[in-house]
């Protein structure tokens, strides 16, 4: 049963601090996305990824927040310094695109939920 | 701008109703619409839409799309208290970038 794994699954931490989450997308998938989802917001890309390659970031504050696919498995979602409105639930989303030109389906991770104290 | 907009945003409803949920979009280069089911965790996949007119059907849960005036429905006949959750709504426009609608939070009551 193929499925999105993230850790940790829970992270409590101080404003200030490095926060890495990560996530291990379906094996063979070849795009990740990495979400954020809070009430007031809902579900915001952050950012993903085509064969490791960051595709679009424009969803991610630059500043402080910074992902990347260092291979195939593992895909990172860094903030540092982390704030309070950092926290929310970030999720890590897998598919395989076979055509650019054709729609996938999205298969979503457990999630990481974050709080910033 | 893009928006994907959900309604009504919740619903409470019995068992053995029959619920539709609406989903209207504006995206440039839409290439279809996603419906995600959302209980205390991540969202999980329902349906894929592309093309218009076609309806789409799992056990008592089907989604139609229609390309010309802009919306999708969801519907769920004889609904269970297990149907109880977020629904999600999502547009995949070019490039692959994926925008979600607000959701419509629907409470099966026994």
């Known amino acids: 049963d193929a499925r999105v794994t993230q850790t940790p699954r829970d992270k409590v931490t101080e404003m200030g601090q490095e926060v890495t989450m990560r996530c291990q997308p379906i094996?063979?998938?070849?795009?990740v996305f990495w979400y954020r989802q809070t009430m007031m917001q809902g579900l915001e890309l952050l950012a993903y990824f085509r064969n490791r390659a960051p595709l679009d970031d424009s969803g991610m504050p630059k500043d402080r927040f910074s992902a990347e696919m260092p291979d195939a498995t593992l895909a990172t979602l860094k903030i540092q310094p982390s704030e309070p409105r950092d926290s929310a639930v970030y999720f890590c989303?897998?598919?395989?695109?076979?055509?650019?030109?054709?729609?996938?389906?999205?298969?979503f991770g457990p999630g990481t939920r974050l709080t910033v104290t | 701008e893009d928006k994907v907009v959900q309604s009504p945003l919740s619903l409470v409803v019995h068992e053995g109703d029959t619920v539709t949920l609406n989903c209207s979009y504006e995206v440039t280069n839409f290439r279809s619409l996603l419906w995600y089911k959302q209980e205390k965790k991540a969202p999980t996949f329902l349906f894929m839409l592309t093309s218009s007119g076609i309806e789409k059907k799992s056990g008592r849960l089907s989604s139609i799309l229609d390309k010309k005036e802009l919306f999708s429905i969801l519907n769920i006949t004889a609904t269970q208290t297990g149907d109880s959750a977020v629904y999600l709504c999502a547009v995949d426009r070019n490039f692959n970038k994926f925008y979600f609608g607000s959701g419509t939070k629907l409470n099966v009551k026994p």
């Open positions: 094996l063979g998938h070849n795009t």
């Open positions: 989303a897998s598919g395989l695109v076979l055509n650019p030109d054709s729609s996938y389906e999205q298969y």
